[in-house]
C-alpha cells in the first residue's frame, strides 16, 4: 500500500536546488509593465498626462474590454462592475489608473512615476460600521445602504424557541483585515506567438483554465487563442485564485504589441491586491437549563470592499456564513441576516478558510461564554451540543457525514491533560501569572461539488474535476488533471493513489497540472477539494484503467479477472507465480491491438470526472497561552491539534497542511491587521508593519489524528489544507479570556494585540 | 520596488569621501551596510543622486580602547558588538545584548554602527545607547573633524545634527566602571522588529545608594530621549522594588510619544513605565 | 549608467553590465541566469533572497551588484555537488521542510552559512537564527526539524 505512507515528495528536488520555475523567472528579457495606481481611496479622475512617446495603457484604450460583472443570481444581490482600469472615477487605494512598458522592471517603474493623474479627492467610506450608517456616501450610487448582498433566513418557529430559552448569551465578534501574503507575490507573463495569433500567458494563478475563460471572454476571443500555464507558484492562499484586473492588461497588450511582456508584483502592491476578513458577528445563542443550545439569531456585515471578486463574487463570505454559521452544534431554531457591505476599501477575495475562521470565532466564543455564564465546563458545554449521529442535516440544510466530533473533543481532553493543566493555572493565578486553555471544535466543509456551489447561484458553477489518465506503451502512467496545486504536495499524493490501484510504484506515475493545453478544463486548486475532487477523479480513472489491463491480461494469461491480482508492476493469477508485467500488457495495447480482446479499444487512455456532494472534515484545536499582564503580550505555549480528515493518503503532507494552517490560524488572532486611515490610506504597506509570524511566534504544533470512515467521499479522504486556519483563531482568544478570567476580561477581536489586551486589562483594573 | 538611479563611487578613504561628499552636497548619501538605506530606496522614499560607498574603507572598521574611552569606527558590524570580549566591562556587555537585538543575524553581519546611529530611527538601539552614554559623534568634514554630544545629535526622525558634507567617522563611548550594571529591555510583536518601545538603563551602586544613574528610552518621540526625572528618583537611593516603580512612573512623566500603527501614544508611554522597571530589575540583578 | 562589473558567484566567474541601481539579486537572476534567489519583500524582512557574501548570509535585495565585486557569492545553485545533495538539502526533503519552495533557497543559505560558522548552534541559537527569515507555508516546525537533521549530518 502506497496510501498511507509518508512518501517524500516528488515536487521537491528542482525547489531544493533552485531550479523551480516561477513566473518571475519566466519574465525576464520582456517588456516590463508598471501600473499607476490610485493614491486616494475614492475620486474623480479629471486628467491623465504622460510622457511623450511612452507606452501609456488607460480605460481609453481598453475601450472594447467590458467590464468585470461577478454574479449571483440572487434576489438579494446588486452586481457592481468593475473596470479593468479605472474609468473617470478610482474608487479604493491602490487601484489600477493606466499601465506603461518599457525595456526594464526599474525604468518602468521610473516611467509609472512620471504619469501624471490628476484626481479630485471625495470623501470615502472605508470602515465596516461606517458603511453601514445612514449618512456614509455611497461607494456605488446603484447601491442602497452600501449593502450588496443582505440574505436572511428565519426557520419556522424560530421566535417561540429563542424567546422561550432559559438563557440568552450574546457576542459580539470583530475580524480585522487581513492579506493572505503568499512569499511569491502575483504576476504574469504573456509571451505572444504569431506565428499561431496565441498567447501563452504563464501567471501565478491557483486556476488557469478559468483564468483563461475569463480573460478570453473579456477579451472577446477562442479560447483557443490563449494557453495559461500555471508554474511553480509561491503560495496562493486563495489570493491567487479571483481574477486579477491586471492579467488582462497583460494579455491584452501582447496581442496589442505582439510581443512579449509582463507585469511582477512586488509586495507594496501586493498589500492592495486582494484583501480578506474584515468581518462583524453579533450573535445570540438561546440556551435552555441544560446548556443546550436551541435556538440562535446571527447578524453578520462583511465589508467587501470596493469591487465583487470574480469569480466567486463578494458573496462568498456572507453566504457561507449564512450557510455555515452553525458550525458542529445542532439545533433546529435559527435566524440569520448576513450582509455583504461595499466600502472604498481594497476588493475582499477568499483566503484559506472565507468565513469560517470568524465563524469558529463566534461560535466558540458562545460556548465559552455561555458556558461561563451557566456554570458549566467548557468542555461539557460542547460535549452537549456537537453532533453525534450520522448523516446529520443541519438546520440549514448541509448534511454532515461521518465525523468524530466528541471523539476529537475528548482526545485533546486527554492529550492536553485538562485537570492537571486546571491544577496549574489556579496556582499560576496565585503566583500572579496568568495562563489560559481554549478550546475551539469545528467542522471543515470541503469538496464543495456542483451541488454545493449550486446553492450559491453563481453565474459560474463550480465543482466537478476531470483527469486524463494514460498508461504509455512503456508502461508508465501519466495523470493530467484540472486541479493546480502550489505547494501542496498533489503530484505526490495523487501518485500514491494510482499506484495503489495499478498495483505499480509511484515513481512510474507522472501527474500533469497547471497548463490549459495539456490538462482538461478543472476549476484548480482551492477550498481543501483537491485531494478529495482531483483525488476521486484519479480514482475511478485507475480504477477504469485497471480494469481495462485486467481484461487483456484475462486475455493473455487465460484466468478469469476475478482471479486476476496487480502486484509489483505484474498482473498475477492469484495463488499461483503465473503473471506478467503490466508494461508487456501496455505495449500489447498500443502495438498488438490485433491481440486484444474483442471489443477492446487499442491504446490504455481513460478519462474520468468527480463531483462529490461535499463531505466534512472535523477537528478540535486546544491552544495553551500566557498573557504578560503589563504589556498585553500573548505566549502561544502549546497547541494541540486533533483532526479528522478521514483517510490521510500522505500523513506527512497532511501534517504539513495542518502545521502552515494553524501557523496562519495565531497569524490572524494575535499578529495580522492591514490599517487603513480615515481617508481610505492603506498604512500597512511593509513587512515591518504587516506582520506574519517568524518561527520565534510560533509553537510546535502537535498532531493527532482521528480517522472517520466516511463514504461521501470514493477515496475516504476528506480534505484539511483550511482546518488550520479556520480552528486556531478561536482557541487562542478562548485561551487568552481564559488566561484573564480573574479580571472578567473577554476578547471577542482579532487579532488580539498586545495593546488591544492591555487596554482591556487596564479597564478592568479601573485604570481607564 | 527597484530603486531610482543614482552615480556611485567607492572611495578607499575618508579623505576622498568628505571630498565627494563636499563636492556633491545634498546629491550624496554615504552607504555603509544599507540595511535601512537601501529599503527606503526599494521604496523610492530615499531617492540620493550619488551613493558614496565607504565599505571599501577599512580604516573606518575599527573597535579601540583610549584611556577611558572606546572608539568605535563608523564601519563597524553590528556583529563584530555581539561578542561581549570586544569591549572590556559591563560596556562589553551591554554592547553585546543591544547588538543581539539588532535585527536579525543576516541584517547585523552587514549593517554598521555608524550607519545605524546616522539614519537616527528613534526606535534604533545604537541611538538609544549613544544617548544613554552620552556618547560623543565624530563628524568629519572638509572644514575638519567636530564632536557632537549624542543628545544633541539626533533633532527628530531620521534627522541627525550632520551636515551633508560630513561623515559620520566614530562614537565615542566612556568605559563604564566595573561596579556597573545595566538593563536592556525591548518590548516588539514579532522577533527581531525595531522595537515598539525600549528602555536602557545604568546603574552604580555604592555604599550611598546608587550613583550615575542613566535611564534612555526609543520609541517614545522623534529621538531617543534620557529619562531624567527618573534618573534624579534614582540617583542616591537604595535600590528597592518600590524606588524602581517610582523611577519607572518618572519616566514614563518624562514622555510625549507619537502613536502610530504599531502603538498609540498612551500605550506607548504605558510600556516605558512597565520596561523601565523591568530595565532596572534586571540592571539589579546583573551578576 | 551601466558598468561592467565582475561577480563571482558559487565559484565561477560572471562579467555583468549593469547599472549601480542593480541590486545583487537582480543581477544574479537577470544577468547571472541564477533564478534560484527569490524575490519576496525587496525590503529586507521576508530573508526570501538570502545568499552567502564570503560565507555571510545577507540579503541579497539590499546590496547592489556593484558593491560585490571580488567577493565571493554562493547561491543556492551552488549547494549540491552535481546530482548529490547537500546535506542540508536533504533533511528539507526528508522532513517536508518546504511546500511551495518559494522561501526554501533562502532559508537553506542561510542555515547553510549559520551552521558553517558555529556549527554547535543550540535549540534557541537555531530558533533566533531561523526567525530571520519568513515561509507562510510550513508553519516553521519541519524547517526546523530539517536543520536540525542537517546539522548532525554537517558536523
Given amino acids: 500500500m502506497w496510501v498511507g505512507r509518508r512518501l517524500r515528495r516528488v515536487e521537491d528536488p528542482s525547489l531544493l536546488r533552485g531550479e523551480g520555475r516561477f513566473v518571475a523567472d519566466v519574465a525576464r528579457g520582456c517588456g516590463a509593465i508598471r501600473f499607476v495606481r490610485s493614491p486616494f481611496a475614492r475620486g474623480r479622475i479629471l486628467s491623465i498626462e504622460a510622457p511623450e512617446e511612452a507606452t501609456v495603457i488607460t480605460a481609453d484604450d481598453l475601450a472594447e474590454i467590458p467590464p468585470v460583472k461577478p454574479m449571483l443570481h440572487r434576489d438579494d444581490f446588486i452586481p457592481v462592475e468593475q473596470p479593468i482600469l479605472a474609468k473617470e472615477q478610482v474608487t479604493y487605494a491602490g487601484q489600477p489608473i493606466a499601465a506603461v512598458i518599457a525595456p526594464t522592471f526599474e525604468e518602468a517603474e521610473d516611467l509609472a512615476e512620471m504619469v501624471f493623474v490628476d484626481i479630485e479627492p471625495l470623501d470615502p467610506v472605508v470602515d465596516l460600521d461606517h458603511a453601514l450608517d445612514e449618512t456614509a456616501p455611497l461607494v456605488h450610487p446603484h447601491v442602497p445602504a452600501n449593502t450588496v448582498i443582505d440574505a436572511s433566513l428565519t426557520t419556522p418557529g424560530f421566535d ?22 503568499p512569499l511569491e507575490a502575483r504576476g504574469s507573463h504573456a509571451a505572444f506567438d504569431p506565428r499561431e495569433n496565441r498567447v501563452t500567458l504563464t501567471a501565478s494563478t491557483q486556476g488557469p483554465h478559468m483564468l483563461r475563460t475569463a480573460l478570453a471572454d473579456l477579451l472577446g476571443i477562442p479560447e483557443s487563442e490563449l494557453r495559461v500555464i500555471a508554474p511553480d507558484v509561491g503560495g496562493a492562499f486563495g489570493q491567487k485564485y479571483s481574477l486579477a484586473m491586471e492579467d488582462v492588461v497583460t494579455v491584452w497588450a501582447a496581442r496589442r504589441f505582439r510581443r512579449d511582456v509582463a507585469w511582477i508584483e512586488d509586495r507594496r502592491e501586493n498589500f492592495a491586491s486582494f484583501h480578506s476578513r474584515d468581518q462583524r458577528y453579533i450573535v445570540t445563542g438561546a440556551f435552555d437549563e441544560s446548556g443546550k443550545l436551541r435556538a440562535m439569531r446571527a447578524d453578520v456585515r462583511c465589508n467587501v470592499g470596493a469591487y465583487s471578486c470574480y469569480p466567486v463574487t463578494c458573496g462568498v463570505e456572507p453566504l457561507m456564513a449564512m450557510a455555515e454559521l452553525p458550525g458542529p452544534y445542532d439545533f433546529r431554531n435559527y435566524a440569520v441576516r448576513s450582509r455583504a457591505v461595499a466600502s472604498n476599501a481594497c476588493p475582499i477575495a477568499p483566503y484559506r478558510g472565507v468565513s469560517r475562521p470568524v465563524i469558529t470565532l463566534t461560535l466558540e466564543r458562545l460556548m465559552d461564554k455561555a458556558a461561563a455564564r451557566m456554570g458549566i465546563d467548557p468542555v461539557e458545554i460542547r460535549r452537549r451540543n456537537l453532533v453525534r449521529e450520522f448523516p446529520y442535516t443541519s438546520v440549514t440544510g448541509l448534511v454532515y457525514d461521518q465525523g468524530s466530533y466528541v471523539e476529537s473533543l475528548d482526545r485533546s481532553v486527554q492529550l492536553v491533560d485538562l485537570e492537571r493543566f486546571r491544577a496549574d493555572q489556579r496556582a499560576a493565578w496565585e503566583q500572579g501569572r496568568y495562563i489560559g486553555i481554549g478550546f475551539s471544535t469545528f467542522s471543515e466543509r470541503t469538496g464543495y461539488g456542483t451541488s454545493a456551489f449550486a446553492a450559491r447561484k453563481m453565474d459560474i458553477t463550480l465543482g466537478y474535476e476531470t483527469i486524463d489518465l494514460a498508461m504509455d506503451p512503456s508502461g508508465s502512467v501519466e495523470v493530467r488533471v484540472g486541479a493546480s496545486p ?9 501518485s500514491q493513489l494510482v499506484a495503489d490501484e495499478l498495483g505499480i510504484d509511484p515513481k512510474d506515475v507522472r501527474i500533469v497540472h497547471g497548463d490549459t493545453d495539456r490538462t482538461p478544463y478543472g476549476w484548480g486548486t482551492f477550498a481543501s477539494r483537491s485531494m478529495v475532487v482531483s483525488g476521486g477523479a484519479t480514482k475511478l480513472g485507475a480504477t477504469e484503467l485497471r480494469r481495462r489491463l485486467a481484461d487483456i491480461a484475462s486475455e493473455t494469461l487465460e484466468a478469469a479477472v476475478d ?108 499578529y495580522e491587521e492591514l490599517v487603513y486611515d480615515s481617508d481610505g490610506n492603506l498604512l500597512t504597506t511593509s513587512l515591518m508593519d504587516y506582520l506574519p509570524p517568524t518561527i520565534a511566534e510560533v509553537p510546535l504544533i502537535e498532531i493527532d489524528h482521528l480517522v472517520s470512515e466516511s463514504d461521501a467521499t470514493i477515496t475516504g479522504a476528506k480534505g484539511l489544507g483550511e482546518g488550520g486556519t479556520i480552528g486556531a483563531p478561536a482557541a487562542i482568544l478562548n485561551a487568552i479570556t481564559n488566561a484573564l478570567s480573574p479580571l472578567g476580561i473577554e476578547v471577542n477581536e482579532t487579532p488580539a494585540t498586545p495593546e488591544r489586551i492591555q487596554k482591556l486589562i487596564r479597564q478592568a483594573q479601573g485604570a481607564l | 520596488m527597484k530603486p531610482p538611479r543614482f552615480e556611485y563611487r567607492a572611495p578607499s578613504d575618508v579623505e576622498e569621501v568628505v571630498g565627494i561628499l563636499t563636492e556633491v552636497g545634498d546629491e550624496g548619501k554615504v552607504l555603509a551596510g544599507g540595511q535601512s538605506l537601501v529599503p527606503s530606496m526599494n521604496f523610492r522614499l530615499a531617492r540620493p543622486g550619488l551613493l558614496v560607498d565607504i565599505n571599501g574603507v577599512k580604516a573606518l572598521d575599527y573597535i579601540q580602547r583610549s584611556g577611558d574611552r572606546i572608539l568605535i569606527g563608523t564601519l563597524t558590524r553590528h556583529s563584530c558588538l555581539e561578542n561581549a570580549a570586544a569591549v572590556p566591562g559591563p560596556l562589553g556587555r551591554l554592547l553585546a545584548t543591544a547588538a543581539h537585538h539588532v535585527g536579525h543575524m543576516p541584517i547585523r553581519v552587514r549593517g554598521t554602527f555608524g550607519g545605524s546611529v546616522a539614519h537616527a530611527d528613534p526606535a534604533a538601539e545604537w541611538c538609544m545607547v549613544s544617548v544613554l552614554l552620552d556618547a560623543e559623534i565624530i563628524a568629519v568634514g572638509s572644514r575638519g ?71 534612555a528610552l526609543a520609541g517614545v518621540g522623534g529621538t531617543p530621549v534620557r529619562a531624567r526625572s527618573a534618573e534624579a528618583v534614582l540617583a542616591g537611593s537604595a535600590p528597592s522594588a518600590e524606588l524602581f516603580r517610582a523611577a519607572a512612573d518618572a519616566a514614563a512623566g518624562d514622555v510625549e510619544p507619537m502613536g502610530d500603527i504599531h502603538g498609540s501614544s498612551e500605550y506607548r508611554r504605558h510600556l516605558v513605565r512597565v520596561l523601565t522597571r523591568r530595565a532596572l530589575e534586571r540592571a539589579a540583578s546583573e551578576a | 549608467m551601466k558598468t561592467p562589473v565582475k561577480l563571482r558567484v558559487n565559484g565561477q566567474a560572471h562579467e ?138 554537517m558536523q
Fill in chain 1, 563 to 670: 482471479d486476476l491480482q496487480f502486484h509489483e508492476g505484474k498482473v498475477l493469477v492469484r495463488g499461483t507465480d503465473v503473471g506478467v508485467p503490466i508494461r508487456d500488457l501496455a505495449r500489447l495495447a498500443y502495438h498488438r491491438s490485433d491481440k486484444l480482446p474483442p471489443g477492446e479499444e487499442p491504446g490504455l487512455r481513460v478519462k474520468a470526472t468527480y463531483d462529490p456532494a461535499g463531505t466534512f472534515s472535523n477537528a478540535c484545536h486546544v491552544a495553551l497561552v500566557e498573557v504578560d499582564l503589563e504589556t498585553g503580550a500573548v505566549a502561544v505555549q502549546r497547541f494541540v491539534v486533533v483532526e479528522d480528515a478521514g483517510v490521510l493518503v500522505n500523513p506527512m503532507i497532511a501534517d504539513g497542511q495542518v502545521h502552515g494552517g494553524v501557523a496562519q490560524g495565531i497569524a490572524s488572532a494575535l
Fill in chain 1, 486 to 494: 502550489h505547494g501542496q504536495g498533489l503530484r505526490t499524493s495523487l
Fill in chain 1, 160 to 181: 417561540a424557541a429563542f424567546h422561550g430559552a432559559a438563557y440568552h448569551v450574546e457576542i459580539d465578534v470583530r475580524s480585522r483585515r487581513e492579506n493572505a501574503t
Fill in chain 2, 145 to 215: 573633524r567636530r564632536t557632537i554630544p549624542a543628545e544633541d545629535f539626533f533633532r527628530t526622525v531620521f534627522t541627525t545634527a550632520l551636515e551633508p558634507y560630513e561623515l559620520l567617522s566614530e562614537v565615542i563611548l566612556p568605559v563604564l566602571p566595573d561596579s556597573a550594571r545595566f538593563g536592556f529591555v525591548e518590548f516588539s510583536r514579532r522577533a527581531g522588529d525595531f522595537a515598539i518601545v525600549a528602555s536602557s538603563v545604568v546603574i552604580d551602586v555604592g555604599s550611598n545608594g546608587i550613583i550615575n544613574p542613566r535611564v
Fill in chain 3, 16 to 153: 555583468i553590465f549593469v547599472e549601480p541601481r542593480k541590486t545583487l539579486a537582480d543581477a544574479l537572476r537577470d544577468d547571472c541566469g541564477l533564478t534560484g534567489t527569490h524575490l519576496g519583500c525587496e525590503h529586507g524582512v521576508c530573508g526570501a533572497c538570502t545568499v552567502l557574501l564570503d560565507g555571510d548570509p545577507v540579503r541579497a535585495c539590499l546590496m547592489f551588484a556593484i558593491q560585490c565585486q571580488d567577493m565571493e557569492i554562493r547561491t543556492v545553485e551552488g549547494l549540491a555537488d552535481g546530482e548529490e545533495l547537500h546535506p542540508m538539502q536533504r533533511a528539507f526533503w526528508e522532513k517536508h521542510g518546504l511546500q511551495c519552495g518559494f522561501c526554501t533557497p533562502g532559508f537553506l543559505m542561510l542555515a547553510v552559512g549559520a551552521l558553517e560558522r558555529k556549527p554547535d548552534m543550540d535549540e534557541e541559537e537555531l530558533k533566533e537564527m531561523l526567525s530571520s527569515n519568513l515561509c507562510r507555508c510550513t508553519g516553521y516546525q519541519n524547517i526546523l526539524a530539517a536543520v536540525r537533521a542537517a546539522q548532525a549530518e
